[in-house]
């Protein structure tokens, strides 16, 4: 079983940047491939960004890349996402998810799931 908590969400102006953070319960975590998805308002839930246990590979949306970086500390069971040059269309609830073996872009792949975190992005 594990447990995430996501942190660091807020309201920041277009071009500005946040780190998210999830931290995880466990002692199996440094086992699980990790994603960040997130949810606007009146849309599904997309993925964002996703690295694999041992942190070494990397997997974006194109809609993010160069532009948001995924990293894991397996030391701090933590996963983090450091989001810059924010845009207004950023504006979302951001997830963190969990799964077994290699990273995975939709949804139902991940079993495990935080509570979310806002991040606006104003004009």
């Known amino acids: 079983q594990v447990q995430l908590v996501e942190s660091g969400g807020g309201l920041v102006q277009a071009g500005g940047s946040l780190r998210l953070s999830c931290a995880a319960s466990?002692?199996?975590?440094?086992?699980?491939?990790m994603g960040w998805f997130r949810q606007a308002p009146g849309k599904d839930r997309e993925f964002v960004a996703g690295?694999?246990?041992?942190?070494?590979?990397?997997h974006y949306a194109d809609s993010v890349k160069g532009r948001f970086t995924i990293s894991r500390d397996n030391a701090k069971n933590t996963v983090y996402l450091q989001m810059d040059s924010l845009k207004p269309e950023d504006t979302a609830v951001y997830y963190c998810?969990?799964?077994?073996?290699?990273?995975?872009?939709?949804?139902?792949?991940?079993?495990?799931w935080g509570q979310g975190t806002q991040v606006t992005v104003s004009s």
């Open positions: 690295i694999s246990w041992s942190g070494d590979n990397t």
């Open positions: 998810a969990a799964r077994r073996g290699i990273v995975r872009v939709r949804t139902y792949e991940y079993d495990y």
């Open positions: 466990g002692r199996t975590f440094s086992s699980y491939a």
